[in-house]
């Protein structure tokens, strides 16, 4: 079945980084796009960052450009976010998302807790 489980996540001091990982399996990763999600409390989940499935050019919300950098390793079935100077704002439970195209059914994974604080 199709599983995605991310891991990496943790609590961090302001301005440190993390490490996010998705590990995949149950379906063709190299023909899907991948996304990073996330949803702090109270508020709507948002899009953090896309990496299309090949080629193209990656996505990120405007709060964290410059700073997170998503990437993915096909060979591995694994997408990746890096995540560098953190702020308090960036706390949030964030998601990994597959979906081939749009319009299509997505799967999800369990999400992983990111607590920025001092």
């Known amino acids: 079945q199709v599983q995605l489980v991310e891991s990496g996540g943790g609590l961090v001091q302001p301005g440190g980084s993390l490490r996010l990982s998705c590990a995949t399996s149950?379906?063709?990763?190299?023909?899907?796009?991948m996304s990073w999600y996330r949803q702090a409390p109270g508020k709507d989940r948002e899009l953090v960052a896309r990496?299309?499935?090949?080629?193209?050019?990656?996505n990120y919300a405007d709060s964290v450009k410059g700073r997170f950098t998503i990437s993915r390793d096909n060979g591995k079935k694994t997408v990746y976010l890096q995540m560098n100077n953190l702020k308090p704002e960036d706390t949030a439970v964030y998601y990994c998302?597959?979906?081939?195209?749009?319009?299509?059914?997505?799967?999800w994974g369990q999400g992983t807790q990111v607590t920025v604080s001092s």
């Open positions: 998302k597959a979906q081939y195209s749009s319009g299509w059914n997505a799967y």
């Open positions: 149950g379906f063709t990763f190299g023909i899907y796009a």
């Open positions: 990496i299309p499935s090949a080629g193209g050019s990656t």
